[in-house]
């Protein structure tokens, strides 16, 4: 397996492990089909891009950027839960215990919410994760 791969599946395993009281109910990578209500609040975690650049000989470099999408739609839920499932994220994300991942940070969100008959929206987090490989690997 790729170190890219196990550092998606630390975070889809970290993002998984957050209680229901938490606010998830679905955790994921690169879903591509539409979510029902009945799929939600749910995350999407994806590898979107990846900066390798030339390491000490005989390795590679990595900047992987990782966003983390939270998808809800309820009649019950509000910004301040939306809020709080993001905190959630952040804090499991920023745990240590991986020998791997040499850095992380957060870079930043982007959140969108609409009222109709009930609240829609989702806020996308993004994260920035530097690892290293032998050369020509991933």
Known sequence: MSKRQAIIDVFVARLSALKVSDGIVKVDEWIVHK???????????????????????????????????ILVSDKNTTMKSLRKIMSSVLTAIGTEGDDFIEYRTYDGDDTLAEHQDHFYGGSRMKFSVEYSTAAWEM
């Open 35 to 69: 979510l029902s209500e009945k799929d939600m609040p749910a995350i999407v975690v994806r590898d979107v891009s990846s900066k390798p650049d030339s390491g000490t000989s005989g390795s590679l470099s990595y900047s992987l950027s990782i966003e983390v999408d």
